[in-house]
């Protein structure tokens, strides 16, 4: 019965309570200038429509993309977002209106994109790129286009762009702001450790099922590369041996036709040649470096491959093998061991050649014995490093080496002719096969990539540590 | 027969040793012979190249047209048609690959010069955070692109769905290009003048103001060369696209959609059909871009340069 009692006057009293506070927010608010208090009613508008979307869509009672849960999900998180937004509109919060361009500005992107896949794929998707006037006249649609969809974000950008002195921001605020600033640019920075112990995980994850199925030995010593069946998976036989040997013996032949090479150019350019000549060569060295591996791909296809078959020797049928992939590599990774050994040759201090001169020795004596000894270390990195550019060229190979999945074999036991035959190496066998491998044959690729990853983590490794060594002299 | 050698001829050896001591004539000779050899091979390194890019040149103009820029490829065994949407794609995925790491680049490269030295003084974790960050930048930097191809597959394509798509070969292509970036912009940052830092620091500008103020605004030069020098990378980058962008011969119509870039399309001429002509035609505009963007590096550098040292 007393509860009887209670109700009427407890419910005058929230009615009471309510109206006092509306009254209280109303004059508040009416206190506040009005672009501040249109962006808290927007923010109002946006959640309460949001969430009234999310709910319909939930019920199915409108048709909308995303249905089901998730779009009840979707729109109290975005209820919730726009709520807070616009308590912090509210109480002139200054992230408020930072978050606030942020989505405006995020808006304004994606109508940006979208309009110029549009404009685009009208241009030039079809057969033949249209006329210059069609062109124009689709600029202008998109122009337009444009302006109308943008008018809207645009101006309430403007808006919120101008009321800054509107908000107010404390001493504790901004070294808040300063902090988070902090912290987000030290996320950026830890973004590169992180990308490499994910390509670490997932290509290892991915490569289980090879260890587990087909077993390390057999991957590691097996000779014979037969994917084939894929279904059963008891004739299919995953050895890297044949691959292993392409990529050491096209290495090997890079290494040999490279250095000689690269250690006379860096020579040249650091001891002997005037200061012109090193200035056309260094800038000739760089572009050789920019220049894509297709390129030299297609110029070892074109130009190299048909020298090679004028070549009278047993076993040089195509012109296709291990010699053209070795001159096409020597040449790639000819910019960066040039380059380091350079620098190595340079780091050396001017008072040991002088040293040498005064006790009466040859400039080539000099750099003979005295220099190029001082910068020893430095050329063993930039031969380490060579090294590790040669093991994991891919596209250049994959259109030189001939691709063959044998073992490379010298012909009438010839030892020489196999530099004529033709391989596949551990990278051009990823690329080549991976856009279709399943099951244990595209874990066995992975598990190529896994060995590739660490050994060339491995050398390089080794050779920053060698080269910061030099660094200390 | 080994027996111990006499007084006499001990000295007898010691004299033919003295006579073939060089004496300055035949070092001379050796010095010169040497030269020659290193100019031999200097002049053969720069053969090299100049056969290269001219052989490609000069047997890739007569390609170029205006027809063979404006048609789109139509695939097949014969290579027919022009290079139309490759070029739109490769001009996409630029623009993707350099939205996606140049934030993430350049926010690290700021935090390495402008906060680590002070944070590695207040803790140790941060000092060992600094320190891995560091060295995943340099391993990153050593990872071979098919590897970023992998990765990209077995992570953009197959685990997160994107499929062979502009999406999934930005975000691998950004793996890439992010130790360049950071590289070039710690560069920048670094020969900015700690004088402008201290006046603004002086005038009660926060660290942050300071930043986005004062430093950045005088390292853009050396910014825009790192980015560039990613754009010269992500342009001539065939093996991560390979396995992550597909290759359809159509223009992309969204960002989930497959493509074909300029490098891409000349691999798939070579390896997949018999007109060479294209491949060298497209391989040559290939080297003009490339050309074109080594030299706005030069003068962007040298630009940057004058500006620091106050002319």
Redesign the interface.
């Known amino acids: 019965m007393g509860c009887m009692k209670v109700r009427p006057i407890f419910i005058l009293f929230c009615v009471i309570k309510t109206m006092d506070m509306l009254k209280n927010t109303f004059s508040t608010v009416s206190k506040k200038p009005f672009k501040v208090l249109f962006f808290i009613f927007l923010s109002t508008v946006i959640a309460v429509s949001s969430l009234i979307t999310g709910v319909l869509a939930y019920f199915a009672v409108i048709e909308f993309p995303i249905n089901g849960s998730t779009s009840l999900i979707t729109g109290g998180g975005l209820c919730f977002l726009f709520l807070l937004l616009s308590r912090g509109f509210y109480t002139l919060q200054n992230w408020a209106r930072t978050s606030f361009i942020s989505i405006l500005i995020l808006i304004l992107l994606i109508i940006l994109?979208n309009e110029t896949?549009k404009f685009?794929?009208a241009v030039?998707?079809?057969?033949?790129?249209l006329s210059i006037f069609e062109i124009l006249k689709y600029l202008g649609q998109f122009l337009f286009k444009l302006i109308l969809s943008g008018v809207i974000p645009s101006a309430l950008l403007y808006f919120l762009y101008k009321a800054e002195e509107d908000f107010s921001e404390t001493p504790q605020q901004?070294h808040l702001?300063?902090r988070t600033?902090?912290n987000?640019?030290?996320s950026?920075?830890?973004?590169?450790?992180?990308?490499?112990i994910?390509?670490f995980a997932?290509?290892l994850q991915?490569s289980q099922l090879a260890i587990k199925d087909i077993g390390l030995e057999e991957l590691l010593t097996g000779t014979i590369w037969r994917p084939g069946s894929i279904i059963s998976n008891d004739i299919a036989q995953f050895g890297l041996v044949p691959m292993i040997v392409g990529s050491i013996y096209s290495t090997i032949g890079a290494i040999l036709i490279g250095i000689?090479?690269?250690?006379?150019?860096a020579?040249?350019?650091a001891e002997?040649?005037p200061d012109f000549l090193r200035t056309i060569?260094r800038?000739?060295?760089?572009?050789?470096s920019?220049?894509?591996?297709?390129?030299?791909?297609?110029?070892g296809?074109?130009?190299i491959a048909p020298l090679i078959r004028q070549i009278p020797a047993e076993g040089n049928t195509t012109g296709f093998g291990i010699l053209n992939a070795s001159i096409i590599l020597s040449?790639m990774i000819?910019p960066t061991i040039?380059n380091i050994t350079e620098d190595a040759i340079r780091a050396v201090p001017a008072s040991y050649r002088e040293a040498s001169y005064a006790l009466g020795a040859?400039?080539?004596?000099t750099?003979?014995d005295v220099v190029i000894p001082a910068a020893n270390s430095g050329i063993i990195a930039a031969v380490i490093?060579g090294i590790?550019?040669a093991?994991?060229?891919?596209?250049a190979l994959?259109?030189v080496i001939g691709n063959s999945i044998a073992i490379p074999t010298p012909v009438n036991d010839n030892p020489l002719s196999i530099i004529f035959s033709t391989a596949r190496t551990l990278?051009g066998n990823?690329?080549v096969e991976?856009?279709y491998a399943a099951g244990a044959h595209r874990s066995a690729?992975?598990f190529t990539?896994v060995l590739?990853?660490l050994f060339?983590?491995i050398i390089?490794?080794l050779a920053?540590r060698i080269m910061k060594g030099t660094k200390k002299i | 027969m080994n027996h111990t050698l006499t007084n006499q001829e001990k000295m007898m050896l010691a004299r033919e040793k003295a006579a073939r001591k060089p004496n300055?004539k035949r070092?001379?000779i050796?010095?010169s012979i040497?030269?020659t050899?290193?100019?031999?091979?200097?002049f053969?390194?720069?053969g090299?190249?100049?056969?290269?890019?001219g052989?490609?040149l000069a047997?890739g103009f007569p390609t170029i047209n205006m027809e063979f820029l404006?048609?789109?490829p139509?695939g097949g065994f014969e290579g027919e048609?022009g290079i139309?949407?490759t070029i739109?794609t490769t001009l996409y995925l630029v623009v993707l690959t350099i939205a996606i790491a140049a934030?993430?680049?350049i926010?690290?490269a700021?935090?390495?010069v402008e906060?680590?030295n002070e944070?590695q003084n207040r803790s140790k974790f941060?000092r060992w955070?600094?320190r891995?960050?560091r060295?995943?930048?340099?391993?990153?930097a050593?990872?071979?692109?098919?590897?970023?191809?992998?990765?990209g597959?077995?992570?953009f394509v197959s685990?997160l769905k994107f499929k062979f798509s502009l999406l999934s070969a930005g975000l691998s292509g950004a793996?890439m290009v992010?130790?360049v970036i950071?590289r070039t912009t710690e560069e920048a940052l670094l020969a900015v003048p700690d004088s402008l830092r201290e006046g603004s620091l002086g005038l009660g500008a926060?660290?942050?103001q300071t930043i986005t103020g004062v430093v950045l605004p005088a390292a853009i030069p050396g910014i825009v060369t790192g980015i560039v020098l990613s754009v010269?990378r992500i342009?001539?980058?065939?093996?991560i696209f390979?396995?992550t962008l597909g290759g359809s011969y159509?223009?992309?119509?969204?960002?989930l959609s497959s493509g074909r870039t300029l490098?891409?399309h000349?691999?798939m001429l070579?390896?997949e059909t018999r007109a060479?002509d294209k491949?060298?035609g497209t391989?040559a505009i290939?080297?003009i871009i490339?050309?074109l963007?080594?030299l706005a590096i030069?003068l962007s550098s040298k630009y940057f340069q004058k500006r620091l040292s106050g002319k």
């Open positions: 994109v896949f685009s794929s030039f998707a079809g057969k033949q790129v901004r702001f300063d600033i902090k987000f640019l030290l950026t920075a830890l973004s590169s450790i992180l990308i490499v994910f390509i997932f290509t991915e000689p090479l690269s250690f006379g150019t020579i040249l350019l002997i040649a060569f800038t000739a060295i760089e572009l050789l920019g220049i894509p591996s297709v390129v030299y791909g297609l110029f296809m074109v130009v040449i000819l040039t040859t400039h080539w004596q750099i003979k490093l590790s550019r093991l994991g060229e891919t596209m994959i259109m990278t990823i690329a991976i856009n690729l992975f990539g590739l990853f060339l983590l390089n490794r920053n | 300055l070092r001379k050796s010095q040497a030269f050899l290193m100019w031999l091979m200097g053969i390194s720069i090299a190249l100049i056969w290269i890019v052989y490609v047997r404006t048609t789109r139509a048609g139309s949407t739109v934030p993430l680049g926010g690290a700021i935090y390495f906060y680590a944070a941060v955070l600094v891995t960050a060295t995943g930048v340099e391993i990153l050593g990872v071979p692109s098919i590897i970023f191809g992998l990765f597959f077995a992570v685990f793996c992010l130790p950071i926060t660290k942050w010269g342009i001539s980058e065939t093996a390979w396995v159509r223009l992309p119509q969204n960002l490098a891409l000349v691999y070579a390896t060479f491949a060298l391989a290939l080297i490339i050309m963007l080594n030069n």
